[in-house]
């Protein structure tokens, strides 16, 4: 079975802070993908990452930076400088690869608020 | 290029009632999946759609079924409606590529009240 653990149910932190999401998973498949989705307020989960369990290179885009370690079955989601857009709640999410087709296995997601 | 389109957006229900729910995936797509998510919860994988066959289920009871249609849209029935059906559901698309495992887009919901 798969799992998906965000330890943190919400944080606040003021703006221009760092700040970083937790993301432990458990899977026994070999080749695996994980996620990371935002929702704001309207509800759409917007897709923000995609990586293979292959790749362990941490991955950087403008503000928003990513660190997965196989060794400790962590994938972590890194803000920096965060600004008030940055409010909504995060969800890290786990897929196999079962050939044709797979689902997303969902944590409970964190709630980050960014203040002035 | 329209993104995953849900309708209606909100909607409210009896106990005990049928509800249909519908989803057209973004063009280019032709998988689309379901997700229910509860207040407070991630989403909850219910099923996923596939030349119009279900290619997988999650962990939920009869009373939920789906279809999809030769042009990949789909819909999501629930019957016999009960109070914890309450929930923001979900359509993801995507499309499907042996081997390789793309990104889901995913719709801003139907939320439903079941009083």
């Known amino acids: 079975a798969q799992k998906v653990t965000q330890a943190q149910t919400e944080i606040s932190v003021v703006e221009k802070e760092d700040v970083t999401l937790d993301c432990v998973y458990e899977?026994?498949?070999?080749?695996?993908?994980l996620f990371w989705y935002k929702q704001p307020p309207s509800g759409e989960l917007v897709f923000l990452i995609r990586?293979?369990?292959?790749?362990?290179q941490n991955e950087i885009s403008g503000r928003y930076s990513w660190n997965f370690q196989k060794s400790t079955s962590s994938f972590n989601f890194t803000i920096t400088a965060s600004q008030v857009v940055d409010s909504a709640v995060y969800f890290c999410a786990l897929s196999g690869n079962t050939g044709t087709a797979s689902k997303l296995t969902f944590g409970t997601g964190t709630r980050l608020q960014v203040t002035l | 290029d329209a993104g995953v389109t849900q309708s209606p957006t909100h909607l409210i229900k009896t106990r005990g009632q049928q509800v249909t729910l519908r989803c057209s995936p973004k063009?280019?797509?032709?998988?689309v999946s379901w997700y229910q998510q509860a207040l407070g919860q991630g989403p909850q994988f219910i099923f996923q759609?596939?030349?119009?066959?279900?290619?997988q289920r999650g962990n939920f009871p009869d009373r939920f079924s789906g279809h999809q249609f030769p042009n990949y849209s789909s819909e999501l029935n629930v019957n016999a409606l009960l109070l914890g059906d309450s929930a923001l559901y979900l359509c993801?698309?995507?499309?499907?590529?042996?081997?390789?495992?793309?990104?889901?887009?995913f719709g801003q919901g139907t939320r439903l009240t079941v009083v």
């Open positions: 993801a698309s995507s499309l499907l590529e042996t081997g390789r495992n793309t990104e889901a887009f």
């Open positions: 063009s280019g797509h032709d998988t």
């Open positions: 899977t026994r498949d070999t080749t695996y993908y």
């Open positions: 759609y596939y030349e119009e066959e279900e290619r």
């Open positions: 990586r293979n369990s292959f790749d362990e």
